[in-house]
């Protein structure tokens, strides 16, 4: 599966966050399938909104976060991959 230009985040997916843990389950409500994430790929799911690319999100992270881009590029991509492929995120431009 190509990974979208521009992600989005498909909708019914809610969130509970485990408390004194940095991580959070991550339920789609329209499968009955959840995740755990850590904070940093929840951010990343909620800024697949469609309108920003993989390096639009990359930048947002890596200005949050200190870390190095090009790093943060390559850790992106692969987030979005998995995201991808477990349908998290699809693309509005099919």
Do not use: W
Request: with cysteine; glycine share 8%.
């Amino acid at each position: 599966m190509p990974l979208p230009e521009q992600p989005v985040k498909v909708s019914g997916l809610e969130y509970a966050e485990l408390e004194g843990l940095d991580e959070t389950i991550c339920l789609d409500t329209e499968d009955g399938s959840s995740f755990s994430l850590n904070a940093t790929a929840i951010a990343v799911l909620d800024l697949c909104d469609g309108k920003r690319s993989h390096e639009d999100i990359a930048a947002i992270i890596s200005d949050s976060s200190g870390a190095g881009k090009s790093q943060v590029l390559r850790d992106i991509r692969a987030i979005l991959e998995q995201f991808a492929e477990l349908g998290l995120i699809y693309s509005d431009q099919e």
